[in-house]
């Protein structure tokens, strides 16, 4: 069953340094998101992407976050300037379509830690 | 107030056994659509089951199926015949008709199936 792949599946990086997660979306899905675990907690919904543009984001989704689909396959989610608070998983997730039945496939999701 | 209330954090269930994830959620949106998904400890989150606002019957998938309850707002996931293989985390989501396409999810429920 196609899958969305996230890399690197681990990140550890330093305060105040940037970082790009980056996700491969299954192959016929339009619809892209960003979302986020802080350990132990809820998931949380960073950004939607459509149509090579943010359809929607969140208070979380700052000006330190960009995303982008730079060569048609990888949508990549950038922290410009990473802080501890920042230390999560962050999952990739893609739908074929946005009906209230789609369900969001998830990637295995990437653990930044911010040190 | 919260969209998903999950007031379990943590269940018991011996092998074999049915267990009941409680979820209520909130919204004044006529059209919606509940989800349950699993994540296992290795960290991938993985769709079970949906219900649609307008569904007439509960949703069933294998052996999840879900109880809902809509005038008291709640969704609950029922696994029947535990394995153990199903001890993980199970978080319930909403996403609204009207109000874009993000989840809501809820912050989890802890499930350990005992052998």
């Known amino acids: 069953e196609p899958e969305v792949t996230q890399t690197p599946s681990h990140q550890v990086t330093q305060m105040g340094q940037e970082v790009i997660l980056r996700c491969v979306p299954i192959?016929?899905?339009?619809?892209f998101y960003w979302y986020r675990q802080i350990l132990g907690q809820k998931v949380e919904f960073l950004v939607s992407?459509?149509?090579?543009?943010?359809?929607?984001k969140s208070e979380i989704f700052d000006d330190q976050f960009s995303v982008e689909r730079p060569d048609g396959s990888n949508f990549t989610l950038k922290i410009r300037s990473t802080k501890l608070e920042d230390s999560a998983m962050y999952f990739c997730?893609?739908?074929?379509?946005?009906?209230?039945?789609?369900?969001?496939?998830f990637g295995n999701g990437t653990r930044l830690t911010v040190t | 107030a919260q969209k998903i209330t999950q007031t379990q954090p943590g269940m018991f269930v011996q092998e074999k056994e049915a267990v009941t994830l409680d979820c209520t959620y909130d919204?004044?949106?006529?059209?919606?659509?509940l989800f349950w998904y699993k994540q296992p400890s290795s960290g991938e989150m993985i769709f079970l089951i949906y219900?649609?606002?307008?569904?007439?019957q509960n949703a069933t998938e294998g052996r999840y199926s879900l109880n809902f309850q809509k005038a008291r707002k709640s969704a609950n996931l029922v696994i029947s015949a535990s394995q153990l293989g199903d001890s993980a985390m199970y978080f319930c989501?909403?996403?609204?008709?009207?109000?874009?396409?993000?989840?809501?999810f809820g912050t989890g429920t802890s499930l350990t199936v005992i052998p």
């Open positions: 997730a893609t739908q074929t379509q946005t009906g209230l039945n789609s369900p969001l496939h």
């Open positions: 192959s016929n899905h339009l619809y």
């Open positions: 992407f459509y149509n090579n543009e943010i359809s929607e």
């Open positions: 919204t004044s949106d006529p059209s919606y659509g």
């Open positions: 219900q649609g606002s307008y569904d007439q």
């Open positions: 989501a909403m996403r609204e008709g009207n109000t874009g396409n993000q989840f809501y």
